[in-house]
């Protein structure tokens, strides 16, 4: 790809994270390019392989094989021009931005000094405008320009902060905490983007550390304030150790390869406003089961104004949290119905984490891994078999006639 624009007589470049990871050790997962050609000018170069996309940022994605590579055109500092061309809102937030400059002052304009590095090809050398190699060598996270407008421009970047120096074990500068009465800025950021900023935050094997740094710099609030009402009330250390619980398998998973899903993350970080409420609830009089469904609905719909939840995952959070009362049933033919259910494998993983914390006793969760072993229970996700005849069309059972 940096070979096609330098054959179009363009300078491209491979900068920001592919180019930090690279440097500190770490396999990019992604990898992002900067060039002086403008988007326009992308799109001629690759053709149909390219779009464009954005309209604070405009850029090209740009399909390479199986991966979509992010291409940039360098933007202009605005210090450098004397006048400041963007589009700002009443808070700093920048909504538009779309004057193209050089490559210096593109790195002037990034946010961390770590993410300011390019590699060109054509001369084999990482370029740096802002010292961002010292910065590598001294595992330091350092802002690029002053932290108030840095932040204002884009809130996101105080998570971001979080993220990257848990991920890659980085010390945050002092002068690049995020400033607490700087966070509410948070809540004017899109939530379908806080939902991806989230997926990045705690979907990885450095998720404990994340979590760990957001609830230190007063960060998870904005993003999940019904959570830390609980976390923070005098009941709150065992809903704190699920949440941690939950992330830390989640983690582990990753680790070893195996599947995770975002519906389990946030099952157990809304989990404890939701018991807190249905206990309210039901103290007022409302019977459990409604309760519970009440519940969960006024924290979901409150939840999706901070962080969007896609239905694909919120769906399966909230069977979670509703066969959580069914682990109670144990006789008859209730157990194999339950286990029977699609849902019933993280249901009873989140079980195991309520028993662990001790929210439920811990021989509810021993009796329901040992009915597992029955071999007269179904496989978790079957179908249990039914002992009852065919209905008509009418509604009701055919009777069974004897074979002749």
């Known amino acids: 790809m940096l070979e096609d624009l330098q054959a179009a007589g363009y300078r491209a470049c491979l900068v920001g994270g592919a180019v930090r990871d690279l440097l500190l050790g770490v396999m990019p997962k992604d990898f992002d390019v900067a060039t002086d050609a403008e988007p326009e000018e992308v799109v001629a170069v690759f053709g149909r392989k ?43 937030r920048v909504l538009r931005d779309n004057v193209f400059g050089s490559i210096a002052e593109d790195a002037r304009r990034r946010d961390f000094a770590i993410n300011g590095l390019y590699y060109d090809i054509a001369d084999d050398c990482v370029h740096d405008y802002v010292g961002g190699m010292a910065d590598v060598e001294a595992r330091r996270l350092h ?48 939530p379908a983007r806080l939902f991806d900023e989230v997926l990045k935050l705690l979907m990885n094997s450095a998720g404990p550390s994340v979590y760990r740094m957001l609830r230190e710099h007063d ?29 830390g398998n989640t983690a582990s998973r990753i680790e070893a390869g195996k599947p995770v899903t975002p519906a389990f993350i946030f099952a157990a970080l809304l989990w404890p406003a939701v018991r807190e409420m249905a206990a309210s609830l039901e103290q007022d009089g409302m019977p459990g089961a409604p ?6 609905a006024r924290v979901v ?4 104004q901070l962080v969007a939840i896609p239905k694909r995952f ?19 033919k209730q157990p194999a119905r339950l286990i029977a259910h699609p849902r019933f494998r993280a249901a009873y993983d989140f079980l195991l984490l309520r028993a662990e914390v001790g929210e439920v006793d811990a021989e509810l969760a021993h009796w329901w891994t040992e009915i597992q072993n029955d071999d007269s229970m179904p ?15 009418r509604g009701g059972r055919r009777r069974q006639r004897d074979s002749v």
């Open 50 to 92: 390219a779009r464009l996309i954005g309209r604070r940022f405009r850029i090209a994605h740009v399909r390479f094989g199986r991966e979509v590579i992010e291409v940039s055109t360098f933007r202009a500092d605005p210090a450098a021009a004397g006048a400041d061309t963007r589009e700002l809102d009443d808070a700093g």
């Open 143 to 190: 802002l690029i320009g002053d932290a108030d407008t840095r932040y204002r421009e884009d809130p996101v970047r105080m998570i971001r902060a979080v993220r990257i120096a848990a991920k890659l074990g980085l010390t945050i500068d002092d002068a690049a905490v995020p400033p607490r009465e700087l966070t509410p800025l948070l809540a004017d950021v899109p």
């Open 219 to 247: 960060l998870l609030e904005p993003l999940f304030d019904q959570t830390v009402a609980v976390l923070d009330s005098p009941a709150g250390a065992a809903s704190e150790a699920l949440i941690e619980k939950a992330i």
């Open 291 to 296: 309760a519970l469904a009440s519940a969960q």
């Open 301 to 304: 719909a409150h939840q999706v």
């Open 314 to 332: 919120s769906i399966p959070m909230r069977e979670i949290w509703q066969l959580q009362p069914r682990f109670h049933k144990r006789r008859g």
């Open 379 to 393: 496989a978790p996700g079957s179908d249990a078999p039914s002992r009852r005849g065919p209905r008509n069309r």
